[in-house]
């Protein structure tokens, strides 16, 4: 009677050893990463470029300022309409901060700017007069002479 307890014994944990041996293998990990994977990640790539989008970097602009709006925040470059907003860091006439109000309409304008996702420009830096005003007519003269 023993020894038929003691193979009943022995049958049941060789049975059972696998069964254990199973739910462990799932746990273990490999330092290979799944093909699955892989594609997902090219797939989520330009996501991350859509949504890193307000940090994207700042677009440089001039050229003549046509209109200053006090009361919608913008200013009309050429045929651009740029928005001043709380992330409009700086407006600089010359080497003085100023205000937007401080625009005189007929000047040279440089800045950067921004471009949203629906389309709209917000500027990030306004100088008016241009920042460096000096260097770039200086250049404009000697190509004006070389001619």
Known sequence: MMKRVLRIS???LLAAAPAGLQAQAPTQSTNKPAASTKAADKKTAPEK???GSKNQS????????KEVDKTAKTIKVDKRTF???SETKKIFRG???AALEDGVLGEYVTGSYRKT??????ARSIYFG?????KTG???TEKKKEK
């Open 10 to 12: 022995v049958w049941a």
């Open 49 to 51: 470029k859509e949504a």
């Open 58 to 65: 700042s677009i440089p602009f001039r050229g003549t300022l």
């Open 83 to 85: 928005e001043v907003t």
């Open 95 to 97: 080497e003085k901060p």
């Open 117 to 122: 996702d629906d389309g709209k420009l917000i």
């Open 130 to 134: 241009g920042k460096n005003k000096e």
């Open 138 to 140: 200086e250049k404009a």
